[in-house]
């Protein structure tokens, strides 16, 4: 079994940072793809960056040159840094991680979440 889990998210100021982590633990295999989602109350899921087993980065264009996904494979790690916040980035944020685990297929696993809130 494979277990996702976030941490770091919290209470911003407009303008401030925050540093989300996602954790993957079991009997991993390989780690491919791994991305950040997010869901703002009333609204849909949403992609906000990717990063593939080879280090190449996407992002939506809202949060281009704002924010920075990286992973660190060593630990089973991706991470979203997020500077200069608005108040529109609040939302859940959710990581996703498309895996192999052993005696499992490839697939695809989610963390369970973590609240960014920025309000002054």
């Known amino acids: 079994q494979v277990q996702l889990v976030e941490s770091g998210g919290g209470l911003v100021q407009p303008g401030g940072s925050l540093r989300l982590s996602c954790v993957a633990s079991g009997r991993i295999q390989s780690i491919y793809a791994m991305s950040w989602y997010r869901q703002a109350p009333g609204k849909q899921r949403e992609l906000v960056a990717i990063?593939?087993?080879?280090?190449?980065?996407n992002y939506i264009d809202d949060v281009k040159g704002r924010f920075t996904i990286s992973r660190d494979n060593a630990k089973n790690t991706v991470y979203l840094q997020m500077n200069s916040l608005k108040p529109e980035d609040t939302a859940v944020y959710y990581c996703?991680?498309?895996?192999?685990?052993?005696?499992?297929?490839?697939?695809?696993?989610w963390g369970q979440g973590t609240q960014v809130t920025v309000s002054s």
């Open positions: 990063i593939t087993s080879g280090d190449n980065a």
């Open positions: 996703n991680g498309d895996i192999k685990a052993v005696l499992l297929r490839r697939q695809e696993y």
